[in-house]
């Protein structure tokens, strides 16, 4: 029934902005954790940024400072604002969440949304 959906992707020129949004639908009850992944062609797919249901984030050292992880709940959603943008960010970027309840938890998966930086 949970779904996640991404969207917000596109082509943007090196130094511009992105803000990636991951609406979860279905029967959500609680999201423990939520991930932003990319994976760039000929590579192995990363975590880019985390968060978890204590509010701790995480992000790798080619983001940091740059991208945002954030939970809008009353949204039902998990965004990544980008800024800064670098033709290395060139990825399919995928949302991932660890939905349920004390009693049954599942991590989801998105369908990915292509980000592009380019001139």
Same mark, same amino acid.
């Given at each position: 029934?949970?779904?996640?959906?991404? *969207?917000?992707?596109?082509?943007?020129?090196?130094?511009?902005?992105?803000?990636? *949004?991951?609406?979860? $639908?279905?029967?959500?009850? /609680?999201?423990?954790?939520?991930?932003?992944?990319?994976?760039?062609?000929?590579?192995?797919?990363?975590?880019?940024?985390?968060?978890?249901? +204590?509010?701790?984030?995480?992000?790798?050292?080619?983001?940091?400072?740059?991208? /945002?992880?954030?939970?809008?709940?009353?949204?039902?959603?998990?965004?990544?604002?980008?800024? $800064?943008?670098?033709?290395?960010? +060139?990825?399919?970027?995928?949302? $991932?969440?660890?939905?349920?309840? /004390?009693?049954?938890?599942?991590?989801?998966?998105?369908?990915?949304?292509?980000? +592009?930086? $380019? +001139?």
């Amino acid at each position: 029934q949970v779904q996640l959906v991404e *969207s917000g992707g596109g082509l943007v020129q090196p130094g511009g902005s992105l803000r990636l *949004s991951c609406v979860v $639908s279905g029967t959500i009850f /609680t999201v423990y954790t939520a991930g932003w992944y990319r994976q760039a062609p000929g590579k192995q797919r990363e975590l880019v940024a985390g968060w978890n249901i +204590t509010g701790v984030t995480n992000y790798i050292d080619s983001v940091k400072g740059r991208f /945002t992880i954030s939970r809008e709940v009353a949204k039902n959603t998990v965004s990544l604002q980008m800024n $800064s943008l670098k033709p290395e960010d +060139t990825a399919v970027y995928y949302c $991932s969440a660890v939905i349920g309840n /004390t009693w049954s938890r599942a991590e989801f998966w998105g369908q990915g949304t292509q980000v +592009t930086v $380019s +001139t």
